[in-house]
C-alpha cells in the first residue's frame, strides 16, 4: 500500500513538472494531413546532375476542420515532420540541421516564411483580420530527416498550414518512394502518416482512349481519340528518346482499315514508316517529344474475323518502355437493333375491319407495339443499301403515326414512309438507298428510327403480325407488333356434290360463331355468297338460346344469302346456324371445288348486302400512299391493288365448300402442254405463252430443284380452282378429272387418290407459296416426260396424250 501511495505522489509530481504547451491548444483542434504536388521520376531522371536526387515542389499541408480553442487555451503547438527514404536538404548541402524550413499559412491571405532555430517569433499577422497572431515558436532539426516546428497562435476553421518538403532522396532504384509523418501531441491530425510524396517509376507510357466502341462482324469502326502520355515526367521526351518509335498493334481478327492519311494528331506531324493491316508505325519528331501528350485521332478498325463478344486490344510500343495495351472496341451481334418494348402488351384488333371498327362494338385504335431501330454505334448503318419493313400476307397499313428519325436527318418523315410503302408494292415498306444521312462515327448521336404502325388486316387472317427488317447490310431481324382475331369464325365441311339444276340441297349446315359477347353491332348484315354458283332462294338462320342475339330480314337476292342482327348478345357471343341451302347450279360448270364467303358488308365498307356493291369495293384502296383510314371505303380517287396481291381483302370462309365430282368437260386427266420453268426467273412458258409468276422456282439446300405447285398447275391446264389450300393443316390439293392429289408441307410424301406415294423431297413454303420437288410434282400430276438441262438451270414438264 505504502508503494502504491508513493507511486502516485510521483506521478502527480511528474504531471506538475511538465511544460505548459504539453497542454496547449487544449479544446477541440483537428487538422487534417495531405500532400500536394507530389513528384514522380525516372531513375534516370532523379540521379541525373540536373536533379540529383533532390525533390523540390511538394508540400504537407494541415487543413484545421475544427478550431474551438477554451478560453484559458495556451495556443503553441509542437509539430513532428519526419521522412523516410530522404533528408531534408540545405542550400549547398544535403544536411539540414540547423537550417531553414519554408512555411506557408493560407488563411484570409497566402504568407510564405522560412525560419530555423536562430529565427524567433517570425509572425504571419498580416494573414489575420480578426486579431489573431500566428507566429513560427521554434524551428528545430533533431535530425537529417526530422523537423520539429512550434507554431502559436489561434488558427481559423479552414486555415492551411504548409510545411516545405524540399528534400534529398536516400535510395533512387525503381519502386523507391519518398514518405512523411505529420505528427502532434497537441491536436488531432486525420491521415498524417506515411504520405508519399516522391516517387521513382519504371520509365514508362500511359494510352488510353475516351471510351470503347461497338463494331459488328466485318464492319468498320472508328476508334474514340487515342491519347499517349509518359507514366512519369514531365513530357513525351522523358520516356522515348529522341528519333524513338512509336507502334500500334491491334489483337487477333482485327484490322486498322482506312489510309494513313486519315490520321490526326494534336501536336506534330509525326512520319508514318510503315501501314500495315494490324500494325502502324511512326516516328514522332521532337514536337511530340516536347509535348506532355499526344493525341490521335482517324483510326479505324475492322473487325475482319472476330465474333460478336470480341474485344479488340491496342497494344502500344515506345523504344525503351514497357508495352502497354487498351482495349478500343467490342464485337456487337448486329449493327442495327430492330426492337419492342417488351414490357408492352401486345395489341389486340379484329381483322376484317377499318380503323374506325364499323360494324363491331370493339374500340381497339389499331395501333400497333411502337417500334424502335437503332444503331449499336454510329455509323453502323449503312445508307448505300435499301432496307425493308414486310408484315405478313393479309395485314395492310392503314397509317404511320408518332415517327422521330433522330440524327438521320429525313425532313418530312411522313411522305418518306408513303413513298416506301408506294416502292414496296404496298405489302413492304421498302425505304430507298441515300433517303437518309449516315452518322458520324467520330461523334456520340446514334441513329435512330421509332414509328407507330396503323393495321387492317385481311378477314381471313389471324394471329401475330410479326414486323421483318430486312436489307443488304443489316441482319434480318424481327418482332411481334400487334396480334389479330377474327370477329367471327365459320365452321363448315366440304360437299361432293353432283350436277344438279335447281334446288340442289346442300347437305351440312353452316355454323357462324361470334368471338366474343356483344361484338356484332346492331343492324350488321352477313352475307353468304359461293363462287360461280348462287344460292337459290330458300335457307333458314337460327340462333343459340343462350346468347340472347336476334336476327331478322333473312333472304336470299340475286344467289347471296343474307340475315341481320336485330339486337346485340348478352353475356355469351352467339352461335348462328344457316341450315336448308340450295343452290342453282349451272349444268356448265367444269368439275371441281368452289369457296364460300362469308362475310359482312357493312364490315367490309359496303353500304349493303348487294353482292355487286360488295364486289365493287373489295380490291380499292385511298390514292393516299397508305390505305385509307376507311379502309374499302368510297372514296372518289382510288388505287386498284388487285395486281399486287390477288388475295387483297379474301372473305373465303371455306375452300372447296362445293366440290363437283361430275364434270363433262374436264374428263382426261392428262396434260397436252409443254411447260418450260426456269431456275430463278419470276415466269414460266406454257405452251407458246410467257407467263408471269410471283415468286420463282429455286434449287434448295440439299440440291433438288423446287416448282411453284400453283403456277404450274395453272399452267398445265388446272383450273385455279381446283388447286386449294387448307392453312389449318397447311395443305394443297389439286382436283382433276379423277385424281385428287394432297401434299402437307414438310412431308416427304405425296397422296393421289388416298395412296401414298413417297417423295425425293419434302413439301416447302417459301414467300408464302408451297413447292414440290421437281419429279415429285410431276408424277403426282401425271407427267412423266420430264427434262433438266443443268447448263440454263431450266426444268421442262412435256404433257402428252
Same mark, same amino acid.
Request: glycine share 6%; proline share 2%; aromatic share 6%.
Given at each position: 500500500? !505504502?508503494?502504491?501511495?508513493?507511486?502516485?505522489?510521483?506521478?502527480?509530481?511528474?504531471?506538475?513538472?511538465?511544460?505548459?504547451?504539453?497542454?496547449? $491548444?487544449?479544446?477541440?483542434?483537428?487538422?487534417?494531413?495531405?500532400?500536394?504536388?507530389?513528384?514522380?521520376?525516372?531513375?534516370?531522371?532523379?540521379?541525373?546532375? =540536373?536533379?540529383?536526387?533532390?525533390?523540390?515542389?511538394?508540400?504537407?499541408?494541415?487543413?484545421?476542420?475544427?478550431?474551438?480553442?477554451?478560453?484559458?487555451?495556451?495556443?503553441?503547438?509542437?509539430?513532428?515532420?519526419?521522412?523516410?527514404?530522404?533528408?531534408?536538404?540545405?542550400?549547398?548541402?544535403?544536411?539540414?540541421?540547423?537550417?531553414?524550413?519554408?512555411?506557408?499559412?493560407?488563411?484570409?491571405?497566402?504568407?510564405?516564411?522560412?525560419?530555423?532555430?536562430?529565427?524567433?517569433?517570425?509572425?504571419?499577422?498580416?494573414?489575420?483580420?480578426? %486579431?489573431? /497572431?500566428?507566429?513560427?515558436?521554434?524551428?528545430?532539426?533533431?535530425?537529417?530527416?526530422?523537423?520539429?516546428?512550434?507554431?502559436?497562435?489561434?488558427?481559423?476553421?479552414?486555415?492551411?498550414?504548409?510545411?516545405?518538403?524540399?528534400?534529398?532522396?536516400? /535510395?533512387?532504384?525503381?519502386?523507391?518512394?519518398?514518405?512523411?509523418?505529420?505528427?502532434?501531441?497537441?491536436?488531432?491530425?486525420?491521415? *498524417?502518416?506515411?504520405?508519399?510524396?516522391?516517387?521513382?517509376?519504371?520509365?514508362?507510357?500511359?494510352?488510353?482512349?475516351?471510351?470503347?466502341?461497338?463494331?459488328?462482324?466485318?464492319?468498320?469502326?472508328?476508334? =474514340?481519340?487515342?491519347?499517349?502520355?509518359?507514366?512519369?515526367?514531365?513530357?513525351?521526351?522523358?520516356?522515348?528518346?529522341?528519333? *524513338?518509335?512509336?507502334?500500334?498493334?491491334?489483337?487477333?481478327?482485327?484490322?486498322?482499315? %482506312?489510309?494513313?492519311?486519315?490520321?490526326?494528331?494534336?501536336?506534330?506531324?509525326?512520319?508514318?514508316?510503315?501501314?500495315?493491316?494490324?500494325?502502324?508505325?511512326?516516328?514522332?519528331?521532337?514536337?511530340?517529344? +516536347?509535348?506532355?501528350?499526344?493525341?490521335?485521332? *482517324?483510326?479505324?478498325?475492322?473487325?475482319?474475323?472476330? !465474333?460478336?463478344?470480341?474485344?479488340?486490344?491496342?497494344?502500344?510500343?515506345?523504344?525503351?518502355?514497357?508495352?502497354?495495351?487498351?482495349?478500343? $472496341?467490342?464485337?456487337?451481334?448486329?449493327?442495327? &437493333?430492330?426492337?419492342?418494348?417488351?414490357?408492352?402488351?401486345?395489341?389486340?384488333?379484329?381483322?376484317?375491319?377499318?380503323?374506325?371498327?364499323?360494324?363491331?362494338?370493339?374500340?381497339?385504335?389499331?395501333?400497333?407495339?411502337?417500334?424502335?431501330?437503332?444503331?449499336?454505334?454510329?455509323?453502323?448503318?449503312?445508307?448505300?443499301?435499301?432496307?425493308?419493313?414486310?408484315?405478313?400476307?393479309?395485314?395492310?397499313?392503314?397509317?404511320?403515326?408518332?415517327?422521330? +428519325?433522330?440524327?438521320?436527318?429525313?425532313?418530312? !418523315?411522313?411522305?418518306?414512309?408513303?413513298?416506301?410503302?408506294?416502292?414496296?408494292?404496298?405489302?413492304?415498306?421498302?425505304?430507298?438507298?441515300?433517303?437518309?444521312?449516315?452518322?458520324?462515327?467520330?461523334?456520340?448521336?446514334?441513329?435512330?428510327?421509332?414509328?407507330?404502325?396503323?393495321?387492317?388486316?385481311?378477314?381471313?387472317?389471324?394471329?401475330?403480325?410479326?414486323?421483318?427488317?430486312?436489307?443488304?447490310?443489316?441482319?434480318?431481324? =424481327?418482332?411481334? &407488333?400487334?396480334?389479330?382475331?377474327?370477329?367471327?369464325?365459320?365452321?363448315?365441311?366440304?360437299?361432293?356434290?353432283?350436277?344438279?339444276?335447281?334446288?340442289?340441297? &346442300?347437305?351440312?349446315?353452316?355454323?357462324?360463331?361470334?368471338?366474343?359477347?356483344?361484338?356484332?353491332?346492331?343492324?350488321?348484315?352477313?352475307?353468304?355468297?359461293?363462287?360461280?354458283?348462287?344460292?337459290?332462294?330458300?335457307?333458314?338462320?337460327?340462333?343459340?338460346?343462350?346468347?340472347?342475339?336476334?336476327?331478322?330480314?333473312?333472304?336470299?337476292?340475286?344467289?347471296?344469302?343474307?340475315?341481320?342482327?336485330?339486337?346485340?348478345?348478352?353475356?355469351?357471343?352467339?352461335?348462328?346456324?344457316?341450315?336448308?341451302?340450295?343452290?342453282?347450279?349451272?349444268?356448265?360448270?367444269?368439275?371441281?371445288?368452289?369457296?364460300?364467303?362469308?362475310?359482312?358488308?357493312?364490315?367490309?365498307?359496303?353500304?349493303?348486302?348487294?353482292?355487286?356493291?360488295?364486289?365493287?369495293?373489295?380490291?380499292?384502296?385511298?390514292?393516299?400512299?397508305?390505305?385509307?383510314?376507311?379502309?374499302? *371505303?368510297?372514296?372518289?380517287?382510288?388505287?386498284?391493288?388487285?395486281?399486287?396481291?390477288?388475295?387483297?381483302?379474301?372473305? !373465303?370462309?371455306?375452300?372447296?365448300?362445293?366440290?363437283?365430282?361430275?364434270?363433262?368437260?374436264?374428263?382426261?386427266?392428262?396434260?397436252?402442254?409443254?411447260?418450260?420453268?426456269?431456275?430463278?426467273?419470276?415466269?414460266?412458258?406454257?405452251?407458246?405463252?410467257?407467263?408471269?409468276?410471283?415468286?420463282?422456282?429455286?434449287?434448295?439446300?440439299? %440440291?433438288?430443284?423446287?416448282?411453284?405447285?400453283?403456277?404450274?398447275?395453272?399452267?398445265?391446264?388446272?383450273?385455279?380452282?381446283?388447286?386449294?389450300?387448307?392453312?389449318?393443316?397447311?395443305?394443297?390439293?389439286?382436283?382433276?378429272?379423277?385424281?385428287?392429289?394432297?401434299?402437307?408441307?414438310?412431308?416427304?410424301?405425296?397422296?393421289?387418290?388416298?395412296?401414298?406415294?413417297? +417423295?425425293?423431297?419434302?413439301?416447302?413454303?417459301?414467300?408464302?407459296?408451297?413447292?414440290?420437288?421437281?419429279?415429285?410434282?410431276?408424277? $403426282?400430276?401425271?407427267?412423266?416426260?420430264?427434262?433438266?438441262?443443268?447448263?440454263?438451270?431450266?426444268?421442262?414438264?412435256? %404433257?402428252?396424250?
Amino acid at each position: 500500500m !505504502k508503494k502504491f501511495l508513493s507511486m502516485v505522489m510521483a506521478a502527480a509530481m511528474v504531471v506538475s513538472l511538465v511544460p505548459a504547451t504539453a497542454f496547449a $491548444a487544449s479544446g477541440d483542434v483537428k487538422a487534417t494531413a495531405k500532400v500536394v504536388g507530389s513528384k514522380n521520376y525516372t531513375q534516370d531522371e532523379i540521379e541525373s546532375s =540536373k536533379v540529383n536526387k533532390k525533390v523540390s515542389g511538394p508540400e504537407a499541408q494541415l487543413t484545421f476542420t475544427t478550431a474551438d480553442y477554451a478560453s484559458n487555451s495556451d495556443t503553441a503547438v509542437k509539430y513532428t515532420l519526419s521522412l523516410d527514404n530522404a533528408d531534408f536538404y540545405k542550400s549547398g548541402s544535403a544536411i539540414a540541421d540547423k537550417g531553414k524550413l519554408s512555411i506557408t499559412l493560407k488563411g484570409d491571405k497566402t504568407v510564405t516564411k522560412q525560419a530555423g532555430e536562430s529565427d524567433k517569433d517570425v509572425e504571419f499577422t498580416d494573414v489575420y483580420d480578426n %486579431g489573431n /497572431k500566428v507566429k513560427i515558436a521554434s524551428v528545430k532539426f533533431t535530425d537529417n530527416d526530422e523537423v520539429e516546428v512550434v507554431i502559436d497562435g489561434k488558427m481559423d476553421r479552414g486555415s492551411v498550414l504548409a510545411f516545405d518538403l524540399t528534400s534529398v532522396m536516400d /535510395k533512387t532504384t525503381k519502386g523507391k518512394q519518398a514518405k512523411v509523418t505529420v505528427e502532434s501531441d497537441d491536436i488531432t491530425i486525420s491521415n *498524417g502518416s506515411d504520405l508519399t510524396y516522391a516517387s521513382v517509376e519504371a520509365k514508362g507510357i500511359k494510352a488510353s482512349v475516351k471510351d470503347t466502341v461497338d463494331v459488328a462482324p466485318e464492319e468498320v469502326v472508328e476508334l =474514340k481519340e487515342l491519347k499517349i502520355e509518359p507514366a512519369v515526367g514531365d513530357n513525351i521526351g522523358a520516356v522515348i528518346k529522341t528519333d *524513338g518509335k512509336l507502334k500500334l498493334k491491334l489483337s487477333s481478327g482485327f484490322e486498322f482499315a %482506312g489510309k494513313k492519311t486519315d490520321l490526326k494528331f494534336s501536336v506534330g506531324n509525326p512520319t508514318i514508316d510503315s501501314f500495315e493491316d494490324d500494325e502502324i508505325v511512326m516516328n514522332i519528331g521532337d514536337t511530340v517529344r +516536347a509535348a506532355d501528350v499526344l493525341k490521335i485521332t *482517324g483510326l479505324k478498325v475492322e473487325a475482319t474475323s472476330a !465474333k460478336a463478344g470480341a474485344v479488340a486490344t491496342l497494344k502500344v510500343y515506345a523504344d525503351g518502355n514497357d508495352t502497354v495495351s487498351v482495349e478500343v $472496341a467490342k464485337v456487337v451481334d448486329s449493327a442495327v &437493333v430492330l426492337s419492342v418494348d417488351k414490357d408492352a402488351d401486345v395489341p389486340v384488333i379484329y381483322s376484317g375491319v377499318n380503323v374506325k371498327n364499323v360494324g363491331i362494338t370493339n374500340s381497339s385504335d389499331h395501333e400497333a407495339l411502337e417500334v424502335t431501330v437503332k444503331e449499336t454505334f454510329p455509323g453502323a448503318w449503312n445508307n448505300a443499301k435499301d432496307f425493308t419493313f414486310k408484315l405478313p400476307q393479309g395485314v395492310y397499313i392503314a397509317d404511320v403515326q408518332s415517327i422521330t +428519325a433522330d440524327n438521320m436527318d429525313v425532313k418530312n !418523315k411522313t411522305e418518306w414512309f408513303e413513298t416506301a410503302y408506294d416502292k414496296g408494292d404496298y405489302e413492304t415498306l421498302t425505304f430507298k438507298k441515300r433517303t437518309w444521312a449516315e452518322t458520324d462515327p467520330s461523334k456520340k448521336d446514334k441513329a435512330e428510327l421509332k414509328f407507330t404502325l396503323v393495321l387492317v388486316a385481311d378477314p381471313n387472317f389471324e394471329g401475330d403480325v410479326t414486323l421483318t427488317l430486312t436489307g443488304d447490310a443489316l441482319k434480318e431481324q =424481327k418482332v411481334t &407488333v400487334a396480334k389479330f382475331v377474327k370477329p367471327f369464325t365459320v365452321v363448315a365441311k366440304q360437299n361432293d356434290m353432283q350436277i344438279d339444276y335447281r334446288n340442289t340441297k &346442300v347437305p351440312t349446315d353452316v355454323v357462324i360463331k361470334e368471338a366474343e359477347a356483344g361484338l356484332w353491332d346492331k343492324n350488321v348484315t352477313f352475307a353468304l355468297s359461293l363462287d360461280k354458283i348462287n344460292f337459290d332462294d330458300d335457307a333458314k338462320v337460327t340462333v343459340d338460346d343462350k346468347s340472347g342475339l336476334k336476327v331478322k330480314d333473312v333472304k336470299t337476292t340475286k344467289g347471296v344469302v343474307t340475315f341481320k342482327v336485330d339486337s346485340k348478345s348478352d353475356d355469351k357471343p352467339a352461335e348462328v346456324t344457316v341450315s336448308g341451302l340450295t343452290l342453282f347450279m349451272d349444268r356448265n360448270l367444269p368439275a371441281g371445288a368452289y369457296d364460300l364467303d362469308v362475310f359482312s358488308p357493312v364490315m367490309l365498307g359496303a353500304a349493303d348486302g348487294n353482292r355487286e356493291t360488295v364486289t365493287d369495293q373489295k380490291g380499292t384502296i385511298e390514292d393516299k400512299g397508305f390505305l385509307s383510314q376507311d379502309i374499302l *371505303g368510297k372514296s372518289t380517287s382510288k388505287r386498284v391493288v388487285a395486281d399486287i396481291n390477288d388475295d387483297f381483302y379474301s372473305v !373465303k370462309a371455306k375452300a372447296g365448300f362445293v366440290n363437283i365430282i361430275t364434270a363433262g368437260r374436264e374428263d382426261t386427266d392428262s396434260f397436252t402442254t409443254k411447260v418450260v420453268v426456269p431456275v430463278g426467273e419470276k415466269y414460266l412458258v406454257s405452251g407458246e405463252n410467257k407467263v408471269e409468276i410471283d415468286v420463282p422456282a429455286y434449287i434448295n439446300a440439299n %440440291g433438288y430443284t423446287m416448282l411453284p405447285l400453283r403456277a404450274v398447275a395453272v399452267a398445265l391446264g388446272i383450273n385455279t380452282n381446283n388447286v386449294l389450300w387448307d392453312q389449318s393443316t397447311r395443305t394443297a390439293t389439286v382436283m382433276y378429272g379423277s385424281k385428287i392429289i394432297n401434299m402437307t408441307y414438310g412431308q416427304k410424301v405425296v397422296y393421289v387418290n388416298g395412296a401414298m406415294i413417297p +417423295a425425293t423431297a419434302a413439301v416447302e413454303i417459301t414467300n408464302d407459296r408451297m413447292f414440290l420437288g421437281l419429279r415429285d410434282l410431276g408424277n $403426282a400430276l401425271g407427267v412423266t416426260d420430264i427434262t433438266w438441262d443443268q447448263a440454263t438451270k431450266t426444268a421442262t414438264l412435256n %404433257g402428252g396424250k
